[in-house]
DNA sequence: CTAATGAGTGAGTACTCACTCATTTTCTGT
DNA sequence: ACAGAAAATGAGTGAGTACTCACTCATTAG
């Protein structure tokens, strides 16, 4: 039908959908390929045709899948969320946070899947640091270092004021999408409280 | 030996202490009950005499164990920390969490089973959420109502103003404790960075 | 119309799992 | 020293696991 199977098949994209709702609903070693097969609607020798194993499954929605379609998108937008230059650091936070979160809101299954296997797995470990460490710090490191000598943030280390930046943000997302769901009015209203609690925080 | 064996036996510390390095380790559903009595230098079968099941074993772990015997302790300082009254809202944070976060530290393996199987247990999101409903949030949220009004913070819903406190220490704690090993000096800079952040971040 | 292909199958394999229970070892009171 | 009780044992069990492979059969190519 399609000449370019090199890319991703009808079948390998039903198994990674089953294997993402059910590692996400019960964790990747409770959950069994049987399981994953009958959710597919696929024998479960046809899994072992496209992912060697269980676990090379598992890599291929972690790995690959996530860190190289799913966040590069993301990372263009942030790019030039980090062109721009804007007169505040606070219209700078809004902008770079705003439709990341909206981007953690759509892959709510995978995310939850990364977080809860990020302690038992090495490799996902090292990718997310990866990642994290050579294009995500150096960009919002050198946009901390601008805010600290305009006189806007306070000097302290920057991994300090990522961290101070990150976690309030990070405990948004995890109260209003995976904690309790509230009205979409509410949780803009949560999301700027938390905004102005991290200028204010950031204060010299 | 000890006629008071209504209480805990030394197989069953032997059990319980194997269980919790190896849940912590592996995860619960990673784990099996043969690593743990060989852990635990006993035979698989006395396992199933003091635990009738490997999930039994787990909730006396995060549930009875740790939740009646190690927290109470724990909320008795706390009601202590809450009966004083503190001049400013400052020294109650600080006084408030620098012996909770060593209590943590003290208890790494225990909370760390207990976050990785939150998502998979509702038994013990149960148990969490009567504690902190019940328990915890009652004693904060007279303290956090005393300091609005007093107007040293700002006028927003108790559970938004939890939120904003927490979080932040809840990324302290992880990015100590749990991810990198800093100097205890260091550890103590970070703390101080962090409160002074809520600090500001809740001015009115 | 025939031959070749390969995605899809599902019973089968070796193995691990949580859990049981008949047996042995250790402890206790007299 | 000894009987009876309690504790501990570990081989055994059936269910379930990840993974394999000989086979089917619709689709395509010659």
Not at 65 to 86: G, N
Not at 116 to 145: S, W
Not at 169 to 198: A, D, K, P, R
């Amino acid at each position: 039908m399609n000449k370019e199977t090199n890319q991703i098949t009808e079948s390998q994209q039903k198994i990674i959908d089953a294997a993402i709702a059910i590692f996400s609903e019960k964790g990747y070693a409770a959950s069994s390929t049987s399981q994953i097969a009958k959710k597919a609607g696929l024998a479960e020798g046809t899994i072992f045709r496209y992912f060697r194993t269980k676990k090379e499954l598992l890599l291929s929605i972690v790995g690959p899948y996530t860190l190289k379609v799913f966040l590069p998108k993301a990372i263009s937008d942030f790019e030039k969320v980090f062109m721009d230059d804007y007169d505040s650091f606070e219209d700078f936070l809004r902008a770079a946070f705003s439709n990341r979160i909206a981007l953690v809101k759509k892959n709510q299954a995978v995310v939850k899947i990364i977080v809860q296997e990020l302690p038992f797995h090495p490799e996902i470990r090292e990718q997310i640091i990866e990642l994290f460490g050579k294009k995500i710090l150096p960009l919002v490191e050198t946009k901390i270092v601008h805010f600290q000598q305009s006189g806007e943030i306070i000097a302290l280390p920057v991994k300090t004021v990522v961290r101070l930046i990150v976690t309030p943000l990070v405990g948004y997302v995890i109260s209003t999408y995976f904690l309790f769901q509230n009205t979409e009015q509410n949780n803009q209203e949560e999301f700027e409280s938390t905004i102005q609690f991290i200028v204010k925080g950031l204060c010299p």
